[in-house]
Every structure is written in C-alpha cells, then in structure tokens.
C-alpha cells in the first residue's frame, strides 16, 4: 500500500534548533557535515556537556536501529544508527523512529535512497543558499509500503545486487 512516512514514523523529529555551546569533549553532537556516504562519521564532531544533551535528548532521542535524514544543505542522505554511542543533533538532521512491527529499517533506507523519494526530496526542499526539507514535507513524503516479508526478500535482493557491484568495482 501507498504510505506518507510520518504515517509509519512513531517519532519524526529533527535536532535542537539552537547552537549549543561546545566543549572540548563530552557527548557527540551531531550535524548533517558529520553523515555522508550512508554512514555517521565522529572524526570531526562537535561536542556538548552531559547535561545539555540530557535535555535535548528529552526531545530527540537518536538510538540504534532509528533513521537519520539529512535535511539541511545536501538533503534526502538517509543512515541507519548502527551504534550505542550516544549523541545529540542539530536541527539540519531528522531523526525517524519507525513503527517496527511494520517496516524494515534497512528496506526504508533503500527506499529513502530510491529515485521515487530522492525526487520528492528535490521538488520539496526549499530555500536558495541553505536549502531546506522541512519536516511537514518529510512526513507528507509518499512511499510504498509492501508486507513486512516481502520489504525483507525485497531488500534481500538489493543486497544480492550490491554485492555483484561491489565484486564488479575489484576487477
């Protein structure tokens, strides 16, 4: 069936709206510079105190197996967390904490990165310098939704692929 995304999202947030102030170390604080490629990147983060990331974490709470979104600059990047370290974002990030009984998480990144919502992303995303997909437009964003066996033997079959490609660029 055909589905917005805030309809399978449980929480459709993005990062504090405010620059923190930053310290030396601490706890991990999140900007769309820190994901590319698919993957978080920490080797140049910013940090905030514990106790500034307890508060924003009231509000947006990144945890293992939620989808981030790029949704400031270079928009439509979407990551899956794949760690337990904690962290907080800034607002150019939209966290996706989806209904699990419902999708895959690594089939909603497939379709995050498909040429269906990448186009959606494109008409969407406002603003001339610093463009911007506001989270209304993320969560009105229209994908289809098949059973949770067929997303699994779905993404299964991207793998496959992924994999010929990635034997395919060694030779």
């Known amino acids: 069936m055909w589905v917005r995304l805030g309809e399978i999202c449980e929480k459709l947030t993005d990062g504090s709206h405010i620059t923190p102030k930053y310290t030396n170390n601490g706890v991990p604080f999140l900007s769309v510079k820190d994901i590319s490629n698919g993957f978080i990147c920490f080797d140049n983060v910013k940090f905030i105190t514990n ?79 610093n463009k911007n997909w506001v989270i209304r437009d993320i969560a009105n964003t229209l994908i289809p939704l098949p059973p949770l066996n067929e997303q699994k033997r779905i993404q299964a079959y991207i793998n496959s ?11």
């Open 161 to 171: 692929f992924l994999s010929i490609c990635d034997k395919l660029k060694n030779i």
């Open 51 to 129: 106790k500034e990331h307890n508060e924003l974490y009231k509000r947006c709470n990144p945890e293992k197996g939620d989808v981030l979104l790029t949704k400031v600059g270079t928009t439509g990047i979407p990551v899956l967390i794949d760690t337990d370290i904690q962290f907080s974002l800034f607002v150019s990030i939209a966290l996706l904490k989806i209904f699990n009984k419902q999708v895959n998480n690594k089939f909603l990144i497939s379709l995050l990165q498909s040429p269906f919502v990448k186009k959606q992303c494109k008409n969407e995303t406002k603003g001339v310098g």
